[in-house]
């Protein structure tokens, strides 16, 4: 075990719901705040949950490899990711029972994993580079701030459950 504490951040979006969806997460070190990795990938076309489990998952991959065995925070602005990961809420969709077991998995690679919910404006790094995955393959300008959904539904830990499946790799930089 390390003696390094960690905290991640991670989010996941969905421009339509399902739609382009990405997914970011950055790794922090918990006493000095110091960015430790970013991860940030476009899935594809999937539903805003598929992307915010995404996220947790390239999040705890990139945890376990910077510092294994190390405790870990992870801060999301999806309540139904951070019950569901607590163990407090069912996981009935049948499309994120897989992403949560991969969650699980990479997970064990950490020592104690605890999930927080924090509100939007505390979750601003992760959501930024979910938004540049976004923009990236829908050629739009990239912009700070929530993105929305056409008819302007905010996205982020919205409805649903299906969509398509992460490649579960993600880039590193």
Request: glycine share 16%; hydrophobic share 40%; aromatic share 4%.
């Amino acid at each position: 075990m390390t003696g390094r504490r960690l905290i991640i951040q991670a989010d996941g979006g969905s421009r339509g719901n399902p739609g382009t969806a990405g997914y970011g997460a950055v790794v922090l070190d918990a006493v000095t705040g110091e960015v430790l990795a970013e991860v940030s990938e476009a899935i594809g076309h999937a539903t805003n949950n598929v992307a915010e489990y995404s996220g947790l998952v390239a999040g705890l991959r990139a945890a376990g490899k910077l510092a294994p065995g190390a405790p870990a925070e992870v801060r999301m602005d999806s309540k139904l990711v951070v019950e569901q990961m607590s163990g407090r809420w069912q996981i009935k969709h049948p499309d994120l029972r897989p992403l949560a077991a991969q969650a699980r998995q990479a997970a064990g690679a950490l020592g104690r994993v605890t999930y927080t919910w924090v509100p939007r404006e505390r979750n601003t790094h992760a959501d930024r580079l979910a938004n540049q995955a976004m923009d990236a393959v829908s050629g739009r300008p990239s912009v700070s701030g929530r993105a929305k959904a056409p008819g302007g539904a905010a996205r982020g830990s919205g409805g649903g459950g299906g969509g398509r499946r992460p490649s579960g790799t993600a880039g590193l930089w």
